[in-house]
């Protein structure tokens, strides 16, 4: 390997230790009903995240605090010698995909049928540490 190569290498490294991610797959909640909550707390402090997530009266909010909450975890356990309060921790991303869908049929007038969608997504949070306030 190269020197720069290494160095690159190296940086991301450096940069990898300050973030922790957690992923929910195929949750039973329509994208657009989750992209509604993921929006309340993108950018935000994650003590803040969580009483936004703690307090807000949508359903999709319970399944989102758990994950902000896993991604805390696996933070901790990854930066097993720093602690959670001088790290500064916030929602450096989220994401929400589509996932599979489950298709039904509800019957409709005149001996016709509808379409169901039974729509479901994939959520994905970035936890990162404030670097600033460390160094």
């Given at each position: 390997m190269?020197?720069?190569?290494?160095?690159?290498?190296?940086?991301?490294?450096?940069?990898?230790?300050?973030i922790?991610?957690?992923?929910?797959?195929?949750?039973p909640?329509?994208?657009?009903?989750m992209r509604?909550?993921?929006?309340?707390?993108?950018?935000?402090?994650?003590?803040m995240?969580?009483?936004?997530?703690r307090?807000s009266?949508?359903?999709a909010?319970?399944?989102?605090?758990?994950?902000?909450?896993s991604?805390?975890?696996?933070?901790?356990?990854k930066?097993?010698?720093?602690s959670i309060?001088?790290?500064?921790?916030f929602?450096?991303e989220?994401?929400?995909?589509?996932?599979a869908?489950?298709?039904r049929?509800?019957?409709?007038?005149?001996?016709?049928?509808?379409?169901?969608?039974?729509?479901?997504?994939?959520?994905t949070?970035?936890?990162?540490?404030?670097n600033n306030?460390?160094?």
């Open positions: 190269g020197s720069r190569k290494k160095q690159m290498a190296d940086a991301i490294k450096e940069e990898k230790k300050h922790a991610f957690a992923k929910l797959n195929n949750c909640t329509s994208p657009r009903k509604l909550v993921a929006d309340l707390v993108r950018g935000q402090k994650a003590e995240a969580l009483n936004i997530l307090f009266p949508k359903e909010s319970r399944r989102l605090e758990k994950l902000v909450l991604a805390i975890a696996n933070w901790q356990a930066n097993e010698d720093a309060e001088d790290a500064d921790l929602v450096k989220i994401r929400v995909d589509g996932g869908m489950l298709k049929l509800r019957p409709a007038p005149q001996g016709r049928a509808h379409r169901i969608r039974k729509r479901s997504n994939h959520v949070v970035v936890i990162g540490a404030n306030t460390q160094a």
